[in-house]
């Protein structure tokens, strides 16, 4: 049982380089040209509409948006789709393949909406199938600083809640990002795909990155490859060479021999001791010409040892780093395994060890260093003099020597609260900001003297 493969990325500006890869103006190394005729558009464009490039710009001007799209904001989302190679192979064989695309359309559809899915497209032409989707994030939920606008009412016009807007981040939270892997995992189930492992230190390989490791390992094959060429060509002049030799002593053995009849047929006549020195000298010659042969054998033995041990070498290596790969996520498993049974166990024997972990996030966003912050965890009490800040009223406090401490909820005695002067700290800076008579329109950084109070306004980033 494999595992479904989702994987969402950002796009500032135009995206016109992923543009060109999905729609193959380019052509990557690692796919098949001739079976880029395969892929698919499954999400039509409008009239008038022939790249996903314009598809996105034509969302963002339809969608309604009040508010000027900035330069830098992120316009489009990236979803790949797919799943494990040999589950993906496996639908395709099994003709599933088109019933694979129309459950994904529909997910996507009801996950994000069938309006901001503005292209979707299959490719077939590389190892596994894979949808490319472009979603354009408008979204119509109520914004996080609507309860501050609702303040300002006497000097700012009231904004409809549900109106369209731009937002990536909202659509790209981390508890959504969680949710995608469950419900896509489970809408895939029927193909025998599954979730991955959660909190997995795995990453997603992007194209760029994948096309270097690519290049990387092609230079060292063609290095191999450039090597293996210069020893074939130099065995290939040593049995050039040999040969040479070798029909040099053949012409050498063919005139001997010719002479040697010839003296035997003068030494018959004159009974001359030459014809016997002859023969010797035909005998030496005869066992050269056998000596370079069976050089010219060996040579040739040695070049396919040379490629034999080549391919075995690089055989072992795939193998081995197959292996590793293998034993380090059966490590990592084991290891969050391990650490996610201790975390359980810590919970179920301290009554407040979830609580002193929330408290410390909360004393560190209030203002306090690591050092305040292990102190007050202790439970002891603090003398503090510095900035607090408010992430109800998103705003800092100037204090002088308040006492602060965490001490258990009186209302729930589970449960941990930190105080400022024996009062609970978010009934504290309610206090605080209500004292203020400072205009919301026109904040600035670092008043000073309002009713004995320094008040510090952070602005949100949009």
């Known amino acids: 049982m494999g595992y479904v493969v989702f994987h969402m990325q950002k796009s500032r500006g135009t995206d016109s380089g992923t543009s060109a890869h999905i729609e193959r103006k380019v052509k990557p190394s690692n796919a098949d040209e001739e079976r880029t005729h395969l892929n698919r558009r499954l999400v039509e464009y409008p009239d008038g509409i022939q790249t996903r490039t314009q598809a996105i710009q034509h969302r ?8 000027k799209v900035g330069k830098n904001q992120v316009r489009a989302i990236r979803i790949m789709l797919s799943g494990s190679p040999d589950d993906m192979q496996r639908i395709v064989r099994g003709g599933r393949l088109d019933e694979w695309c129309a459950d994904n359309m529909k997910y996507l559809a009801a996950t994000f909406g069938k309006e901001n899915i503005v292209s979707a497209d299959l490719h077939l032409d590389e190892t596994s199938p894979h949808i490319h989707a472009t979603l354009v994030p408008i979204v119509t939920t109520e914004r996080k600083r609507r309860k501050q606008e609702e303040r300002a009412t006497k000097r700012y016009r009231m904004k409809s809640a549900t109106r369209p807007r731009l937002c990536a981040d909202e659509v790209m939270s981390r508890v959504k990002l969680k949710g995608y892997q469950d419900t896509y995992a489970a809408a895939m189930a029927k193909y025998g795909l599954r979730r991955g492992i959660e909190g997995s230190e795995a990453r997603h390989v992007g194209t760029q990155q994948f096309y270097r490791e690519v290049k990387a390992m092609t230079d060292t094959l063609k290095a191999d490859v450039t090597e293996l060429q210069k020893q074939k060509e130099t065995t290939q002049e040593e049995l050039n060479r040999a040969k040479k030799e070798v029909h040099t002593e053949r012409l050498k053995g063919a005139t001997t021999a010719a002479a040697t009849n010839i003296a035997e047929s003068v030494g018959a006549i004159f009974g001359s001791n030459r014809v016997k020195t002859l023969e010797r000298e035909n005998i030496v010659l005869h066992r050269e010409v056998v000596t370079h042969e069976e050089t010219i ?6 070049i396919l040892t040379m490629q034999a041990e080549h391919s075995r070498e690089l055989t072992a290596i795939q193998a081995q780093h197959t292996t590793e790969t293998t034993n380090l996520t059966k490590r990592h498993e084991k290891e969050v395994s391990l650490l996610k049974a201790a975390l359980s166990k810590a ?6 060890f979830r609580e002193m972990i929330r408290m410390e996030s909360v004393c560190l966003i209030a203002g306090f260093d690591d050092e305040q912050t292990s102190t007050l965890i202790k439970g002891k009490p603090l ?3 510095g900035k607090l800040y408010s992430e109800e009223h998103n705003c800092k406090f100037w204090v002088e020597r308040v006492t602060a401490q965490i001490t258990p909820d009186p209302t729930n005695k589970r449960k941990l609260q930190l105080n400022i002067n024996e009062i609970p700290f978010g009934t504290w800076c309610r206090e605080k900001f209500e004292k203020l008579e400072i205009p919301f329109a026109n904040p600035c950084r670092g008043n000073k003297n309002m009713k004995g109070q320094n ?7 949009i």
């Open 60 to 67: 963002l001007e339809t969608a309604g948006l009040t508010r």
């Open 297 to 302: 054998e060996a040579l040739q033995a040695k």
């Open 347 to 352: 919970m179920k024997w301290f009554l407040y």
């Open 383 to 385: 003398k503090y003099s």
């Open 455 to 461: 008040f510090e306004p952070i602005l949100p980033l």
